[in-house]
């Protein structure tokens, strides 16, 4: 057994007396070995919550596999029930099969195209752009007859659950949908670059003069208004807006709560 000895001098005593003990180097070796300590265990306790971040985030992505399979059972399950709706057309009204097939349809795209189902890449974009038109339709037509690519991209990767596209993919699929004569839609680029989903039929013309319309309906309309009357995203009504005034059609007043646009009078008519 070792016995451990300590030395006190009569200066240390003297010092311990005078009450200046604690600034001697006793006391401040003491201190810098807690403060180490202290260091040591937070440094401690951040790596146990990376470790216990890590094995959140590994049993999170083993738990998507299930989910997965889940997923895709549920989107087989739709198509069955979808097909025993069209053959049993007299059970159920029809605004209560629209409704039902609506909901169905939302679970997600039945077999999305991918690159490992395909023979070329040139197939591969061939079909991602018909599945892209099939899933577009119905929201262009809804959104004002106008949606941006952005929203159009979340739309499809939403529709198509786990698999995924990226957006040089989706960019390349429509393209390609203006080279099919029976698509609804078509894409289309705005004056300032901007591309958009637009229906068959739009002609820039026609929706500038809906627009002046609108605006000599109500006066005056900033860009918020209009995206809420038509229905589509602030960025593309102003963009709209703006294109109309560089053609002449509107004149802008700028005031503290933004831009509003009227009707061009030097236009119209004024006696």
């Known amino acids: 057994m070792h016995r451990c000895y300590i030395c006190i001098t009569s200066s240390d005593i003297a010092l311990v007396l005078?009450?200046?003990f604690e600034n001697s180097f006793y006391l401040q070796t003491n201190i810098e070995n807690m403060?180490?300590?202290g260091i040591i265990s937070i440094e401690r306790q951040l790596e146990a919550k990376r470790d216990q971040n890590s094995q959140s985030i590994s049993q999170a992505f083993q738990d998507l596999t299930p989910l997965i399979t889940m997923a895709?059972?549920?989107v087989s399950l739709a198509k069955q029930i979808t097909g025993e709706i069209s053959k049993k057309k007299g059970a159920?009204?029809?605004?209560?099969a629209v409704q039902l097939k609506a909901h169905l349809?939302?679970?997600g795209i039945e077999e999305p195209v991918t690159r490992e189902n395909v023979e070329s890449s040139s197939s591969y974009f061939s079909k991602l752009s018909e599945e892209c038109i099939a899933v577009l339709s119905?929201?262009?037509s809804k959104s004002g007859g106008m949606l941006t690519l952005f929203d159009a991209y979340v739309r499809v990767n939403r529709a198509r659950g786990f698999d995924l596209i990226s957006p040089s993919d989706f960019f390349r699929a429509c393209k390609l949908i203006n080279n099919s004569s029976t698509s609804p839609v078509r894409m289309v680029t705005l004056r300032s670059?901007?591309?958009?989903?637009?229906n068959k039929d739009y002609e820039p013309s026609k929706l500038k003069t809906v627009i002046v319309n609108l605006i000599e309906e109500n006066g005056s309309l900033t860009a918020e208004q209009l995206s809420q009357k038509r229905q589509i995203p602030?960025?593309?009504a102003k963009e709209l807006l703006l294109d109309a005034e560089d053609d002449g059609l509107l004149c802008r007043d700028e005031t503290i709560e933004g831009i509003c646009f009227f009707p061009n009078l030097f236009l119209t008519n004024i006696p």
């Open 18 to 20: 005078s009450g200046e």
């Open 35 to 37: 403060r180490r300590a």
């Open 72 to 74: 895709k059972d549920m």
């Open 92 to 96: 159920i009204t029809e605004d209560e």
């Open 105 to 107: 349809l939302s679970l």
């Open 138 to 140: 119905d929201p262009v």
């Open 193 to 198: 670059q901007l591309r958009v989903l637009v």
């Open 234 to 236: 602030m960025l593309l």
